[in-house]
């Protein structure tokens, strides 16, 4: 039941951005052209998603253009994720391991592939439109960091996490919980708080240990939250990699018991973040500037995700019926490889 999960704390505000209608209509228009949602019943639970709203939520300052590159960024991750976690090609590494091929020569630069551009999976096709909008003015640090964020996610998605469905593996708290911000492709979320707020952190920056802590702890936020609100859906689904799963197999502990240690750790990480934060921007009085629109862009992913599960009905406990039958929803041309 729904109100059984435990509160979870967040003491950042609620916000939402005003282009969110417009984004809800391009993502439409986006999905058909690109070929990653066309069947009916597919269309229908992305409609219910509404990943227009959520992507309102997490980056709440983006400008109109910007809100629909990062909505079409989502759309991407999630469709790519449901082919990979709800589908049989997430537990078969050998099946996928060309369509990520093809994608790393889109991230790399070496084309998408010698086949023509019919015949590409629509996930390719799509991220070569993704790529091209995304990196012309983006710095070359930047850009090495979200490439390898991003094919670290492909590739710990098809190989890790496929590996241990495969050969029934259950990992430990502490490897899933590193492995976990790569397969939830938050890392590439975060990345793009700097083209949505037209900023440019330096390579520094990123190398301060305080800067690394704010980040992971937001990544940690957002992912264990994400956790506790799919597990139902993925209990359904046989999903091992779900940290609530994961502290009840390794600790013995009650369904209750496990979400609330995950909801107490979720507000140890918050104020880790928070602490992070506080001696990032004091000790970089000149970069405020950048740091804190860089750091409120953490703190709208943790809450707008938050927001947003609580909400939507991919996440409904009273509907997770709707996941027994993925083939329904999942559409074959994505991925371009056959789920059966």
Not at 22 to 31: G, M, N, V
Request: hydrophobic residues 40%; contains cysteine; aromatic residues 10%.
């Amino acid at each position: 039941m729904e109100n059984e999960l435990p509160d979870i704390y967040c003491p950042f505000p609620q916000q939402t951005n005003p282009h969110v209608a417009h984004t809800r209509a391009h993502l439409d228009s986006w999905t058909r052209s690109t070929g990653l949602v066309h069947r009916d019943s597919a269309r229908e639970r992305f409609e219910q998603a509404d990943f227009g709203a959520f992507v309102g939520m997490v980056y709440p300052t983006a400008n109109a253009e910007n809100l629909d590159l990062v909505a079409d960024w989502f759309v991407w991750l999630f469709l790519v994720d449901d082919q990979l976690d709800d589908g049989h090609l997430g537990r078969s590494p050998d099946r996928v391991r060309d369509v990520v091929a093809l994608m790393r020569t889109v991230v790399q630069g070496t084309g998408a592939g010698p086949l023509p551009d019919e015949e590409l999976p629509a996930a390719v096709v799509a991220l070569a439109d993704l790529w091209e909008r995304t990196t012309p003015n983006a710095a070359a640090h930047w850009l090495r960091r979200f490439a390898w964020h991003l094919i670290t996610y492909l590739t710990t998605a098809t190989t890790w996490e496929a590996g241990n469905r495969a050969n029934g593996v259950v990992p430990s708290e502490e490897t899933y919980i590193a492995k976990r911000r790569h397969t939830g492709a938050i890392h590439v979320c975060m990345d793009l708080i700097e083209i949505v707020a037209g900023i440019e952190a330096p390579e520094s920056i990123h190398n301060d240990p305080r800067f690394i802590v704010a980040l992971e702890a937001s990544c940690n936020v957002v992912c264990w939250a994400n956790d506790v609100y799919s597990y139902e859906k993925e209990q359904v689904l046989g999903e091992i990699h779900n940290l609530v799963h994961l502290v009840r197999h390794h600790r013995g502990y009650g369904k209750q018991q496990a979400l609330e240690h995950v909801c107490a750790e979720i507000a140890r990480e918050t104020e880790r973040f928070l602490a992070a934060e506080a001696e990032l921007v004091t000790a970089y009085p000149l970069l405020s500037g950048m740091l804190v629109p860089y750091m409120n862009g953490m703190r709208s992913w943790m809450r707008g995700n938050l927001d947003w599960s609580r909400q939507t009905p991919r996440y409904n406990p009273a509907d997770v019926s709707q996941y027994k039958e993925p083939q329904q929803y999942l559409e074959p041309t994505v991925l371009g490889v056959r789920q059966d």
